[in-house]
């Protein structure tokens, strides 16, 4: 406790707003989530466009859905896709750049090969290909997965050139000469450092693989049975919430995924000065 209130007293305004706006989201879409309810995907669960009141605070969409509901499932999976790609990509591409930047050789051309092919492959394109071939039958995994096989490259790269730096240090040189193996350096000697960068890129990662879910959804490329933000937005576009001034239904998404956006950024600049300030002490 005495190190979270030292925490809270050092930290920027960028930092507190970010994180308490952030726990919302999270308390919104891992704690309220689970409370009783009714399947907010159904149709047809209660009347049709209903404006706001006590028993439906978001009123409902024109085919009978309760949109806080709907609101509150798409925040928890879209928040689930972000931390699904965000840990698959931090992880594989820290531990890929370490091995790389430490071993050189061909090892290192080989890793550095693959991953430059993944830096220049646009995804976009490859990313619409195979949400097509999904036909729509995704689940929230299986479309953080298709994320995440790009979510590593830049990782990687980044982190290979932290590698190549501190292998040069002599507390590796010690270490290699005590018999350990080159996993064990990486993980051991040289993973430490580079945990800061680490937590910064994975707050990003979410960020970003939120945004590229947003962006298929509202072009039609999320999976239909998705229950997502940005698909709240394209099905209340298709269905001409706002001919018919349901501003509700598509405002609510729009707002939430504009905080959670904001609120994400000011976590992670504000993180990003809170580390420079203590590098700084």
Do not use: C
Request: hydrophobic share 55%.
């Amino acid at each position: 406790m005495a190190k979270f209130r030292k925490f809270w007293k050092n930290a920027n305004f960028r930092l507190k707003a970010g994180l308490i706006i952030t726990l919302i989201f999270f308390i919104i879409g891992f704690v309220v989530y689970f409370f009783p309810h009714e399947d907010p995907f159904a149709f047809n669960t209660y009347p049709n466009k209903l404006g706001a009141s006590m028993e439906h605070p978001l009123g409902t969409t024109n085919m009978g859905q309760d949109v806080m509901w709907l609101l509150i499932e798409a925040i928890h999976n879209s928040l689930t896709i972000g931390l699904i790609v965000a840990l698959i990509g931090t992880v594989v591409g820290v531990f890929v750049g370490l091995l790389a930047g430490f071993a050189g050789g061909a090892l290192d051309r080989v890793l550095m090969l693959i991953t430059d092919t993944f830096v220049v492959i646009p995804s976009l394109p490859i990313l619409i290909l195979m949400t097509s071939l999904m036909k729509g039958s995704s689940t929230v995994i299986l479309m953080a997965l298709v994320l995440a096989l790009f979510a590593w490259a830049w990782p990687s790269r980044q982190i290979r050139s932290m590698a190549l730096t501190i292998k040069e240090r002599d507390f590796i040189h010690t270490a290699r000469f005590s018999g350990e193996g080159t996993i064990q350096i990486v993980v051991t000697e040289i993973l430490p450092f580079a945990l800061s960068w680490s937590l910064s890129n994975f707050m990003n990662a979410v960020l970003s693989a939120i945004g590229s879910e947003s962006s298929l959804a509202v072009l039609g490329l999320s999976p239909g049975s998705l229950v997502s933000l940005g698909n709240m937005i394209q099905w209340a576009r298709e269905k001409n919430a706002i001919f018919t001034q349901q501003w509700l239904w598509i405002g609510s998404p729009i707002v939430a995924t504009v905080v959670l956006f904001i609120g994400l950024f000011m976590l992670i600049t504000g993180y990003n000065d809170y580390q420079s300030m203590k590098r700084g002490r």
